[in-house]
C-alpha cells in the first residue's frame, strides 16, 4: 500500500513557475515509477510526466516538454514537478500516481493516486 500526498500548487501568472511536490508512504517507493497527470475541468486526465524506480530515466508529454521537470528522491520518498514558463492552458488539478507496471503514459496502469492539488495560471 502506497499512500501519495501532493502540495505546491496554487495561483501564479503566466510565464512564473511552481514547484509540485509528493509525498510517499512506504518502504517500497523505489520499486515504483511515478507519473504526473493532470486534469481541467471538463476534460479527460492527461499524463504530464513520469520517472522510472531509479531516476534514470524521464519522460514528458509534448505540450510540457523544456518547460517541466520530473525528479525524485527515493532516500527521502519524494518525487517533484519543476514547473517553469507556465502557461494558462496548464491550469488543472495536478495528480501524482504510482504505477508497478514501469514507467507509462497511460492512468490505468498506475495503482495508487493521491488527491490532487491545483495549479491556476492566470493570463
Known amino acids: 500500500q502506497v499512500q501519495l500526498v501532493e502540495s505546491g500548487g496554487g495561483l501564479v501568472q503566466a510565464g512564473g513557475s511552481l514547484r509540485l511536490s509528493c509525498a510517499a508512504s512506504?518502504?517500497?517507493?523505489?520499486?515504483?515509477?511515478m507519473g504526473w497527470f493532470r486534469q481541467a475541468p471538463g476534460k479527460e486526465r492527461e499524463y504530464v510526466a513520469a520517472?522510472?524506480?531509479?531516476?534514470?530515466?524521464?519522460s514528458y508529454a509534448d505540450s510540457v516538454k523544456g518547460r517541466f521537470t520530473i525528479s525524485r528522491d527515493n532516500a527521502k520518498n519524494t518525487v517533484c514537478l519543476q514547473m517553469n514558463s507556465l502557461k494558462p492552458e496548464d491550469t488543472a488539478v495536478y495528480y501524482c500516481?504510482?504505477?508497478?507496471?514501469?514507467?507509462?503514459?497511460?492512468?490505468?496502469?498506475?495503482?495508487?493516486w493521491g488527491q490532487g492539488t491545483q495549479v491556476t495560471v492566470s493570463s
Open positions: 520517472i522510472i524506480g531509479s531516476g534514470g530515466y524521464t
Open positions: 512506504g518502504r517500497t517507493f523505489s520499486r515504483y515509477a
Open positions: 500516481a504510482a504505477s508497478s507496471r514501469g514507467i507509462t503514459r497511460d492512468w490505468n496502469e498506475y495503482d495508487y
